[in-house]
């Protein structure tokens, strides 16, 4: 199984601050790698996948770059309503997730 | 828009059968796509847990595997989920959620349920 690790497990950030979060792969998964962010009550929104192609409707606020074992994801501007956990995930080899990271306010 | 929205009883005993169904609305469940599940605890966070495609043609995360069946009805455009043998372990939100045409990420998803196992 492909083990993800996603790094800092929690982020502070002041608002209009950017966020930079991190996800690494236990073994090479090419570009097979989505983020999501989650959000209590509401359904998880997809915001990038195959690492760095933004989904349907998600702002350019949101970037993801990187490929084989590490990724990034960067949120410019943070907005309150940007507050949120956020997951990556791979797909190269059945399907799995980090642990998330939950980036807070300042 | 295509919706999901899962049902089903939000309380299973210990070692019985978890049985969840994904309705899809506004959406033929028969375009080619793959439909899976999704589970997200305290514990572990987010864990798939299987997918299905409208042929019939099922993936299951190898953990899961000898417990989970996943199964679809295109007539009722929806999809299914057991899981038996459940645990305090298997308490968690469950989601249904559509995979991306070509690539295994998922691009919408159901608001969730959650599920207690308690006797």
């Known amino acids: 199984e492909i083990v993800m690790t996603q790094s800092p497990g929690t982020l502070s950030v002041s608002p209009g601050e950017s966020a930079t979060l991190s996800c690494r792969a236990s073994q090479d998964v090419s570009n097979y790698l989505a983020w999501y962010q989650l959000k209590p009550g509401q359904a998880p929104r997809l915001l990038i996948h195959d690492a760095s192609t933004r989904a349907t409707g998600i702002p350019t606020k949101f970037s993801g770059s990187g490929s084989g074992t590490d990724f990034t994801l960067t949120i410019s501007s943070l907005q309150s309503e940007d507050f949120a956990i956020y997951y990556c995930q791979q797909y190269r080899i059945w399907r799995t997730f980090g642990q998330g990271t939950k980036v807070e306010i300042k | 828009q295509l919706q999901l929205h899962e049902s089903g009883p939000g309380l299973v005993k210990p070692s019985e059968t978890l049985s969840l169904t994904c309705t899809v609305s506004d959406y033929s469940i028969t375009n080619s796509y793959y439909w899976g599940w999704i589970r997200q605890s305290p514990a572990k966070g987010l864990e798939w847990i299987g997918s299905?495609?409208?042929?019939?043609?099922?993936y299951y995360s190898p953990p899961l595997k000898s417990r989970v069946t996943i199964s679809i009805d295109t007539s009722k455009n929806q999809f299914s989920l057991n899981l038996n043998s459940v645990t305090a372990a298997d308490a968690a939100v469950y989601y249904c959620?559509?995979?991306?045409?070509?690539?295994?990420?998922?691009?919408?998803w159901g608001q969730g349920t959650v599920v207690t196992v308690s006797s």
């Open positions: 959620a559509r995979e991306i045409a070509g690539r295994h990420a998922f691009d919408f």
């Open positions: 299905i495609y409208h042929t019939g043609l099922t």
